[in-house]
């Protein structure tokens, strides 16, 4: 195995941080970690940034954090699955929002040759799982990316983003460092995730104190994420969704986990505390209301799977609209064109 380089990235401004390097340099409108205030002024500010890295920092320090890591390593499975489908090497790889690195283990030295782990909470950096491929790590916002552009040949992204408040400007930031022909593959979660979850604490709340507050963050619909990636200037894009369900004995197990997994809700308007009837009931409503043949409850985790390239003019691009020689009318007779030996067969 090759030793792990960790390169530290400490800041205490916004305005001058960055990485110095032969292939990474410094990007003067870009900043390291954020800190109250410092959102583009067109964001909803919907997500305490601080608070989230908080909660990831204490989810990497427990001292099991891989009994929690069974559903990132399962989406850092499939996106390397990704990466390998496309026929290239990446000498120069970014990973935003990398945890402990569960995509860049699945990868190989033949494909990567170095990759940058970029994260907002340092000690999921000091805890990064072990990998053949030269790495560095670097502690970054993913809404600042310290980077210079035309920088990366690709940028990967797993279960990250969905905590961004300005994500349109984030995918700007990803195209702006993604060298042309350069290609971003990312996961986040969908607007259906946790849906039993924040049904049952819903109907739980309002029955119990006549009404509800948020306790799941809001998710992107996937609607949106095409159009958020082509106004950041990506093309040749391919969006699919899939599903994940785990199996937990109930819900405040789910609930553990997703504290353990650093996804706890850290949404500005998020209630600071439930009554303990009304967890209960809400642990009563889900078991009722989902509960599966042997006792367990399910957990729906929604995925958003996004691929998208930077603009280059050796790729392919549609043909020149009037160009085309055959009408779709003419298709019916598709089969009159056919040679006689075919249609025999």
Known sequence: ?????????????????????KNLGLRKVASGVSFPGNASPRALNIFDRDLKRKQKNWAARQPEPLKFDYLKEEVGIRIA???????????????IGCGRGYIAQHLNKETVGKFIQADIAENALKNTLETEIP????????EFLPFRENTFDLVVSSLSLHWVND?????????????????????????????????????????REGGFAPHVSPFTAV??????????????????????QVNYPGMFELMEDLQG???????????????????????AVYREMYRNEDGSVPATYQIYYMIGWKYHDSQARPAERGSATVSFGE???INSLTSPGKKSQ
């Open 1 to 21: 195995m090759l030793p792990l380089t960790r390169f530290w990235l400490l800041l205490r401004r916004p305005p001058a941080a960055g990485v110095r390097g």
């Open 81 to 95: 699955d990704r990466v390998y489908d496309i026929a290239r090497d990446f000498p120069l790889v970014l990973d």
């Open 135 to 142: 790495t560095v790590t670097v502690l970054a916002d993913e």
């Open 167 to 207: 994500l349109p400007r984030a995918l700007e930031q990803i195209h702006y460092v993604l060298k042309p022909d350069g290609v971003f593959i990312g996961a986040m979660f969908g607007g259906d995730t946790l849906y039993e979850l924040r049904c049952s604490l819903q109907l739980a709340e309002t029955e």
């Open 223 to 244: 609607n949106d994420l095409g159009h958020l990636l082509g106004r950041a200037g990506f093309n040749t894009l391919t969006v699919d969704t899939d599903e994940i």
């Open 261 to 283: 997994m650093g996804e706890s809700n850290c949404a500005w308007n998020r209630k600071a505390l439930l009554h303990r009837d009304t967890m209960l009931a809400a642990a």
């Open 331 to 333: 298709l019916g007779k």
